[in-house]
């Protein structure tokens, strides 16, 4: 028998289709009369129509949400929160939007309430990341870990197919990792399990119908089990490279997820067979990294670096930086290796040992 420590996040979660019909009651229960609502400027029409029914609680949108959340976003919604003297931030959106309420809330201690229209999952964690001078800087605090979640499967359904499968495929990657992770338990590896296996049969049926509201609440609700993983112990090596070609070469996080995680896995296989049985159990195939390799290129999702925006010239400066702090991973992080790993999420190569 193991010995092992699980912690829970205190989050407050409302789910299931109309839940957002609950958001003036759940701002009651914060005690909050001036809310700022965040989103990036392409979700500003739906950041509007969530704000619409709060009325006179609305202090101000702010639609500059951007994704990596650089510094200077962070600063001017900071200031804006003072300046309006608010009590509340409200995030509507997926990760980048979330992630901007929570460097809000890092600073100013304001309780923020997610609603999510992707499935990002950083809206059940404390983990918080801010970029400034072209690196991503990560940690963790309980200030930042939204108050509420109102997860309605009916904001998702103008998600587009392409965003719906590297989004869903970034929660993956949470529950993944959680599967080998040095302080991992028993109980989030059965939500580990359970949302891989969620996030992946979701797409099966959205690929076919991507307005089928049952579907998307599977994969909402596969999200929040990945993302509550996350939350609950360390990531290794796949967030790490992920932070860094994001956050370094203004990559997008779900494309770039989507790309390095099977041979993120791959690197990581032999270290850890008991995760890689798990995840291939979850997705219903004989080899995890393959599996999560065939179950992007056969969603039309991209499975190269290249596809999505990476020079070649960074590679080597991303081997660089991905080793220069050596963190909890199942198998030691090596110079040689680690730039393999990236010449074939370069090229799209399917993952190889």
């Known amino acids: 028998m193991d010995s092992f420590v699980y912690n829970s996040n205190p989050s407050r979660i409302?789910?299931?289709?109309?839940?957002?019909?609950?958001?003036?009651?759940?701002?009651?229960?914060?005690?909050?009369?001036?809310?700022?609502?965040?989103?990036t400027p392409h979700q500003r029409e739906k950041a509007q129509a969530v704000a619409d029914r709060i009325g006179a609680r609305v202090a101000s949108i702010f639609d500059g949400a951007a994704m990596h959340v650089p510094i200077e976003v962070a600063r001017k919604a900071r200031a804006l929160a003072t300046e309006l003297e608010v009590d509340c931030a409200l995030a509507i959106g997926g990760g980048s939007t979330v992630g901007l309420g929570k460097a809000i809330a890092l600073e100013s201690g304001l309780p923020i309430i997610a609603v999510p229209t992707t499935y990002a999952g950083s809206e059940v964690t404390p983990i918080y990341g801010i970029t400034e001078g072209g690196v991503k800087k990560t940690g963790r605090d309980l200030r930042v870990l939204p108050k509420v979640v109102v997860y309605d499967p009916k904001l998702t359904l103008s998600l587009p197919m392409d965003l719906t499968v590297t989004s869903a495929i970034n929660a993956i990657a949470h529950a993944a990792e959680g599967l080998?992770?040095?302080?991992?338990?028993?109980?989030?590896a059965l939500m580990a399990e359970e949302g891989i296996r969620a996030c992946a049969a979701s797409l099966q049926s959205l690929r076919d119908d991507p307005q089928n509201l049952a579907a998307r609440g599977l994969a909402l609700s596969g999200a929040w089990l990945c993302g509550t993983v996350l939350g609950a112990v360390s990531m290794g090596l796949h967030h790490k490279l992920c932070h860094t070609l994001g956050g370094t070469f203004d990559l997008p996080h779900a494309d770039v997820h989507t790309v390095v995680l099977p041979h993120a896995l791959q690197y990581n296989a032999e270290a850890a067979p008991q995760a890689m049985i798990r995840i291939a159990r979850a997705l219903g195939v004989v080899n995890a990294p393959m599996g999560l390799f065939a179950l992007a290129e056969s969603h039309g999702a991209p499975v190269s670096l290249k596809a999505i925006g990476m020079d070649e010239s960074g590679l080597d400066h991303a081997v660089e930086l991905a080793v220069s702090n050596q963190y909890p991973n199942p198998r030691p992080l090596e110079r040689a290796p680690l730039k393999k790993l990236l010449d074939q999420a370069f090229e799209g190569a399917a993952p190889a040992p």
Do not use: K, M, Q
Request: glycine share 8%; charged share 30%; hydrophobic share 35%.
């Open 180 to 188: 080998y992770a040095h302080d991992g338990n028993p109980v989030t």
């Open 14 to 39: 409302i789910f299931g289709p109309d839940s957002i019909d609950r958001l003036p009651e759940e701002l009651d229960r914060l005690g909050a009369r001036r809310a700022l609502v965040l989103c």
